[in-house]
């Protein structure tokens, strides 16, 4: 079955700095690949997606995450964290040797803390 | 788009009780989708449906959940006879069903405690 994994479970940037998210998924076939946020007491929502278009790929609030096949990663990027970007980034990947386009898997999630 | 629905937002039960949600998808979505997310993980797929028709459910789900879909518009899933490692966030998506990597939009999910 189709998953990825998020490396590191908390990661704390300075407002301002560059924000490097990893996720690396486990397929011999390209998937479809996700990022997804939640922020605090709000429900999950895509930040951006994959879909062979283009390898890298731009999303909400100046997100983007660049497919590498070579590496089978999908790092989510921002140049310059805010405040507001505090919140907890999962990863998910659909498809597969397999199939099975429609089942979405989720990563663990990296929550992500913004310093002033 | 009036978003994805889940009730009630909280529920406590104790040990052994069986329990119901509810998830209203956006109307025509045609895919809906049962996540389980406890503290410090991602959601845990448990089952989608496709209209009314439940196409694939999680391997690691005990018989004690069932999840229903009747006439493709609202869900339901209960839990019978629930134990404390059930306590969880119980999250519901939906998706037009349109296209293979669609975006899915999310509930603000079910707290569910089990004492």
């Known amino acids: 079955a189709q998953s990825v994994t998020q490396l590191g479970s908390h990661v704390s940037v300075s407002e301002g700095a560059l924000v490097l998210l990893r996720c690396n998924y486990s397929s011999s076939v390209p998937p479809y690949l996700f990022w997804y946020v939640q922020y605090p007491n709000q429900g999950l929502q895509l930040l951006l997606k994959y879909t062979s278009a283009a390898t890298l790929v731009k999303g909400i609030n100046g997100f983007e995450a660049e497919f590498k096949k070579s590496e089978t990663s999908f790092h989510l990027t921002k140049p310059s964290a805010h405040m507001s970007d505090a919140a907890e980034y999962f990863c998910a990947v659909s498809g597969g040797p397999s199939g099975g386009y429609q089942k979405v898997t989720f990563g663990t999630g990296t929550k992500l803390q913004v310093i002033p | 788009d009036t978003g994805v629905s889940q009730n009630p937002r909280h529920k406590i039960t104790k040990r052994g009780q069986n329990v119901t949600f509810r998830c209203d998808p956006i109307?025509?979505?045609?895919?809906l989708y049962w996540y389980r997310q406890t503290l410090g993980q991602g959601p845990e797929f448990l089952t989608y449906?496709?209209?009314?028709?439940?196409?694939?459910k999680s391997r690691l789900l005990s018989d004690r959940f069932s999840a229903e879909r009747p006439k493709g518009s609202f869900s339901t899933l209960e839990i019978q006879r629930t134990e404390q490692g059930d306590s969880a966030m119980y999250l519901c998506?939906?998706?037009?069903?349109?296209?293979?990597?669609?975006?899915?939009?999310f509930g603000s999910g079910t707290q569910l405690s089990v004492l």
């Open positions: 449906f496709q209209n009314e028709a439940q196409l694939e």
């Open positions: 998506a939906s998706s037009p069903g349109q296209k293979l990597n669609e975006k899915l939009f």
């Open positions: 109307s025509e979505h045609n895919r």
